[in-house]
């Protein structure tokens, strides 16, 4: 069971994807059908949410990645009939009990029946499909905890040759914390539409106020345009390079000395910073110690997973698969490739 499949399922009733209509059988799993619909309505899921990733699905390059994400998503499907039926075999298979007690802990945590109709809403689901992916959920716990129960924890060895060959990973740069405060300018500058001129005229005006011993914090909170720090008297969490602040900004934070202010207006595309480097945290090593138990969780993570995409590939291999779409995939190579062969063969 993916765990995005709950976050992100949405049926959209009108797609139009490889085939067409929504009817028919493109898969069977040990004689189990998985319809064009239901491939339809995952595939429409998981699109969405490449979408809103910044995906496009235009042109040709568009259709092509659509093919492959609905190819991609059939064989999903079918390993998850795979662990549903060896799930019931096993007699692993939830009941309605830990169903329902699942969806009344959805319901809790969304805390009213208000945000839990809005959560069906834009998950594009209803309280039947909703327990149906409740129901796959469980049974994929519950069979990887019955197929996985003999994996070993890491051993000290293994841990330690892990940091060793990943000391990178564990490397902390240096984290500077600055407090600053934005004259705005156009948009940027809470509703006043200030004009470049004006803005820089403000900050200038500002500056001179902290040279002549004005308390920064307060300075903020009476003129900075960014809601998300004036109220903390400008302040940002530590941040290091590279963090998503525009370049403007990060080269002027990286430029001062703890206790500096910049002695002019910072300009970027929201307008004019007076930035104050309030510390600075050193570049450091973590120790082993320190990672130990993350690095333990990790391998311990990546021992399951492997134990269980080797128990469902063999799954995969005692079981009686047709995958019309990859049949007709094959098809159509095949064909390309006797279309090449004539070709040359002609000259």
Request: aromatic share 6%.
């Amino acid at each position: 069971m993916r765990k995005g499949t709950i976050l992100f399922v949405a049926l959209l009733l009108s797609s139009v994807l490889l085939w067409g209509c929504s009817s028919g059988t493109v898969a069977t799993v040990n004689g189990k059908s998985i319809t064009a619909q239901q491939l339809d309505e995952e595939t429409a899921a998981f699109k969405k949410n490449l979408e809103q990733q910044g995906y496009s699905f235009e042109g040709d390059q568009g259709k092509e990645l659509e093919d492959m994400l609905q190819q991609n998503v059939l064989e999903q499907m079918i390993d998850q009939e795979l662990v549903m039926q060896e799930a019931e075999r096993l007699k692993l298979m939830p009941t309605d009990k830990e169903i329902e007690d699942e969806l009344a802990g959805i319901k809790e945590h969304l805390g009213s029946e208000g945000e839990y109709k809005k959560y069906l809403a834009a998950s594009g689901v209803n309280e039947p499909k909703l327990k149906d992916l409740i129901k796959q959920q469980q049974a994929w716990v519950k069979l990887q905890e019955k197929i996985t129960a003999d994996v070993p924890e890491p051993t000290e060895e293994e841990m330690q040759a892990y940091y060793d060959d990943n000391k990178e990973q564990y490397s902390r740069p240096e984290q500077r914390q600055v407090s600053h405060i934005l004259i705005g300018t156009g948009d940027n500058s809470n509703g006043k539409n200030r004009s470049e001129a004006d803005a820089k005229v403000l900050a200038l005006q500002v500056v001179d106020k902290l040279n002549a011993g004005a308390d920064f914090g307060e300075l903020a909170k009476e003129y900075s345009d960014d809601p998300g720090s004036k109220d903390t008297g400008g302040q940002y969490p530590p941040f290091s390079r590279g963090s998503g602040f525009v370049q403007e900004f990060e080269d002027a934070a990286f430029g001062l000395n703890k206790g500096e202010i910049t002695t002019e207006p910072v300009r970027t595309d929201f307008g004019y910073h007076i930035i104050r480097l309030d510390d600075v945290t050193p570049a450091a090593q973590m120790s082993f110690a320190e990672v130990k138990d993350s690095i333990s969780a990790g391998l311990m993570e990546q021992k399951v997973t492997d134990k269980m995409s080797s128990y469902v590939e063999e799954l995969r291999e005692k079981a009686e698969i047709v995958n019309k779409l990859a049949d007709k995939a094959d098809k159509a190579d095949n064909a390309d490739q006797s279309d090449d062969q004539s070709d040359k063969a002609a000259n």
